[in-house]
């Protein structure tokens, strides 16, 4: 004889969810907030090289530019993760 663990109510699932996108919000929050920090306190120039071209351009430009891709790279993953979940 098998029984079946008890489900939760679905308000308690609810809450879980929440909590979950909140503590993305704020980690998500505190990673901005120390990427930025960090941008502003390099502000010297660097040669930066792609494959064969080499620029100079400001440190906090090139961190800046990281920063965002990442942010798109993230998005875009995401996204896809989750139009895959639904499926």
Known sequence: MTTEAPKPPP????IAADKAERSRLIGGI???VI????????????S??????TVTSPMWL?????????MLVSLLLTRTRTR???K
Do not use: D, M, P, S
């Not at 090139?62 to 990442?70: D, S, V």
């Open 48 to 53: 930066i090289t792609f494959w064969i071209v």
């Open 30 to 32: 505190v990673i901005a």
């Open 35 to 46: 990427a930025i920090w960090f941008i502003l306190a390099n502000t010297h120039k660097a």
């Open 62 to 70: 090139a961190l800046a530019g990281t920063f965002l891709a990442g």
């Open 11 to 14: 308000h308690q699932h609810r």
């Open 84 to 86: 895959n979940r639904g």
